[in-house]
């Protein structure tokens, strides 16, 4: 029998969008809500999860900026709350999909070195309070379950109607205003549809890995991301100026570049995913409210 999937965190861009494929797909699920499930109240999670469930959790504390200002509260969803859910997966025989973060790079040279993306093993050294409680969040849920799935994605966006990067863009792709985009900061771009059909492949499937990283081919920088959305859309992508890191002046450290390989992942047995530009190409092809958000999990 398949599994029902649990799904925490069900009102953000993944949850949502998981939980819309995960039905279409005539799955069973539990969207829960932040207001319905708080991951941080170890009872409540106990109250949502039984044996032999597929629980993926897609909350988090995800405002890189505002996590500096308020660690506490961002320790508490990213790390106590996997922690919670773990525990109760462990206790009642549930399997976890737990989504993390390219944030736990540091992005930074060691002198010699190439640039290359990072994969499983790679050192990881989180610079802000996002990617350390993020880490924090896959040690706590590895050592409550060490056969959990730990998911690290990178730079996920809908393009549709939600607040991401790429929905942003569309929005202001429509206007006659300049745009400043980051130039000196690479990650790896993600369509979330894509995330999430690995995300139920990998649930469907026998991997053995702890750690995957799943994240669309080849890398970009936030301003080649831009420029590449408004050629997309057919707007002048000369309104799109590229501004440095520091220019750009935001609370939080980001790592210069945290590119995410999927190399291990294939090798594990996870389906690679099509480069960036095709992901973005199609993301950017549907209307935006076409239901691919679906409104209510
Ligand atoms: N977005 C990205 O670019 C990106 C990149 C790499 C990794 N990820 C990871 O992907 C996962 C999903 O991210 P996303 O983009 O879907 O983020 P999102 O849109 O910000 O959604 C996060 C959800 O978590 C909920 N939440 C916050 N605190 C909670 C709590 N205590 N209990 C239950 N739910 C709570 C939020 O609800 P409220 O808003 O109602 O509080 C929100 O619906 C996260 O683990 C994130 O770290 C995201």
Redesign the pocket.
């Known amino acids: 029998m398949t599994a029902r999937i649990v799904i925490?965190?069900?009102?953000?861009?993944?949850?949502?969008f998981l939980a819309g494929e995960a039905a279409r797909r005539g799955r069973e699920v539990s969207a829960?809500?932040?207001?319905e499930?708080?991951?941080?109240d170890a009872t409540a999670v106990e109250r949502f999860i039984t044996e032999g469930d597929l629980v993926v959790?897609?909350?988090?504390?995800?405002?890189v900026d505002a996590a500096e200002a308020d660690p506490d509260v961002a320790y508490?969803?990213?790390a106590t709350?996997p922690e919670n859910i773990a525990q109760a997966c462990a206790r009642v025989g549930a399997q976890l999909l737990?989504?993390?973060?390219?944030?736990v790079f540091s992005g930074e040279v060691v002198s010699g070195e190439q640039r290359h993306p990072y994969d499983v093993g790679d050192y990881v050294a989180p610079l802000g309070v996002?990617g350390r409680t993020?880490l924090a969040g896959e040690l706590a849920v590895l050592t409550a379950m060490p056969d959990a799935h730990i998911v690290?994605?990178?730079?996920?966006?809908t393009g549709g109607d939600?607040n991401?990067?790429v929905a942003n863009l569309r929005r202001l792709a429509g206007t006659d205003q300049t745009v400043d985009a980051v130039d000196d900061q690479t990650g790896s771009a993600?369509y979330?549809k894509d995330l999430v059909h690995a995300l139920l492949e990998i649930g469907e499937g026998d991997i053995r890995e702890p750690i995957l990283h799943v994240a669309n081919e080849g890398a970009c920088t936030r301003y080649e991301q831009a420029r590449a959305v408004f050629e997309e859309l057919g707007a002048d992508p000369q309104r799109v100026r590229p501004v440095s890191a520091a220019q750009s002046a935001r609370r939080a450290p980001r790592p210069a570049y945290s590119a995410l390989s999927m190399a291990m992942s294939v090798r594990a047995g996870v389906s690679p995913l099509r480069p960036w530009r095709a992901a973005l190409a199609e993301a950017l092809a549907q209307p935006v409210s076409d239901g691919q958000l679906p409104s209510t999990p």
């Open positions: 925490t965190g069900a009102g953000g861009q993944v949850g949502r829960l809500t932040h207001r499930c708080d991951i941080t959790n897609c909350a988090a504390i995800t405002a508490a969803v990213n709350g737990h989504i993390s973060t390219d944030y996002y993020k690290r994605t990178s730079w996920v966006y939600g991401d990067v993600t979330v």
